[in-house]
Structures are given as C-alpha cells and as structure tokens.
C-alpha cells in the first residue's frame, strides 16, 4: 500500500493528517519521503516527534498551511474525523498540480466467541454508552468498511478539483497472542474511554475467550483506502 501510494505521487514530500504516533508517518519515511504530520492531540504529536517526525498539532480544518504544498496528502485511520467535503477541498488547494489524496485505513475481524464476549463485556460495563458493540453489519465487517471510503469519495467529488476516485482493498492477517491482543482491543471503539477498573473487567471476559480458544489467535484485516489525483489546471 505504501508503494502504490509513493508511486502515485509526482514527489516525496507529504502531508499525513491525523498521524497519531506516527505510525504511518514512520514507514512513509522509511520509503524517501519527507512527511510532516498534523495531529490534534498534543500527547500523540509529542510521541510521534519523539521518534523523529516532524508534526504540528491542529485539526486538519484548522491547520494554516502558511503557503506550503504538498505532493501528498494521506490519512491513516483518521480521515472519517475530518469533514469530507472541506477536507477534501482543503487538500486540493495543498497539493501541487497531480498530487494525491489518499485516505486509507484498518478494520480487524475478532471471531465471533471473542466478539460476544466483548460485548457482552462492554454492555455490563458500560450500560449507558450510546456504542452499541452488539450492532454488527450484515455480513463481514471487513467488507462493511467500504463504506467510510465510499463516503470519502463523495466527499472528493462534491468539493471537486481531483479526478475520480479509485477505491482500493488489502487483506491480510495478523496472529496474536493473548497479551498482544489485550493491547490491541482497548484502543479501539469505547473502550478508549472507559475507566480503567471498567477496561480491566471487559479484558477479563475478553481474556478469557481467547485462552479457550487456546491462547493465539489469527486475525483477518482489510485495509481499505482511495487515491485521488488533484487537476492540474485547476486554480485553488
């Protein structure tokens, strides 16, 4: 994915929006590029800078470009925090003429013993939580995830200045042990709320589940993402 993204972009240097710790950043840069990172929460951009990215903290609506361009802006699980349509429109008037937008991010599938479990977990530890864990799309919720894509693209086309959008689809997988997995699933969802006695009671039950699954499991994920080319005759 990195390298589709890279080869797609008519340069190295790169806007990432929402860039967290960095994580996304990291590995841009690992591929040539120079990438500068907006985040909105301070304690995220001070890690990310910490293992050398450069970031300066706002929400991407927020954020004054002060003149620079870009040959790239990309979102890694962040892009459905921004709006889709100013969003999409801020990113036309940043990238140079060929430049691309490129959204994409991860969904993981838990099996459906774990699943219940963390559900039902959540439901007894959070009763009055508008996150209804136990509401779950018909069929797969890699293929359900689609849909925040799909919502970008109409994003890119009503603020327009890009081409048309190009959704794409990675599957791949990632085994974990119990461990590995209870660092995984509090930072996902409602969780990332709770107060620590109410995560420690949903990982027991979810701890639990997977020891009897034999203590490792293998996770499928699919990561979906679009690329959008910016006009080149375009004036922003």
């Keep these: 994915m990195i390298e589709r993204i890279v080869a797609a972009s008519p340069g ?11 994580i996304e950043a990291r590995q841009f840069r690992a ?8 985040e909105a929460d301070a304690r995220m951009a001070d890690f ?11 929400t991407f609506e927020a954020w004054e470009p002060a003149g620079r361009t870009f040959d790239a802006v990309v979102s890694g699980t962040a ?8 969003g999409a429109a801020k990113a036309a008037r940043i990238l140079r003429p060929g430049g691309v937008l490129a959204p994409f991010g991860h969904v993981y599938q838990l099996p459906a013993t774990v699943a219940a479990a963390l559900a039902a977990a959540y439901r007894r530890s959070a009763p009055d939580s508008p996150i209804n ?3 779950q ?6 293929d359900a995830y689609r849909a925040l894509y799909a919502r970008a693209a109409d994003g890119i086309r009503e603020a327009g200045g890009f081409g048309e959008p190009e959704l794409w689809r990675y599957d791949w997988e990632r085994s974990y042990t119990r461990d590995e997995l209870l660092d995984l699933v509090p930072t996902s969802g409602g969780l990332s709320s709770l107060p620590p006695n ?7 039950a979810v701890s639990t589940a ?8 293998t996770l499928p994920y699919a990561t979906w993402g679009l690329t959008a080319t910016r006009y080149g005759s375009m004036t922003w």
């Design 12 to 22: 190295a240097d790169l806007l990432d929006v929402g860039c967290g710790t960095g």
């Design 79 to 86: 892009w459905h925090w921004v709006d889709p349509v100013a």
């Design 31 to 38: 591929a040539g590029c120079t990438v500068l990172g907006v």
């Design 210 to 217: 997977v020891d009897e699954l034999g203590g490792t499991i």
């Design 48 to 58: 990310a800078r910490s293992t050398g990215v450069d970031v300066e903290v706002a």
């Design 137 to 142: 799309p018909e069929g797969s919720i890699l």
């Design 133 to 135: 864990l136990n509401s």
């Design 198 to 204: 109410r995560t420690a009671e949903v990982l027991t």
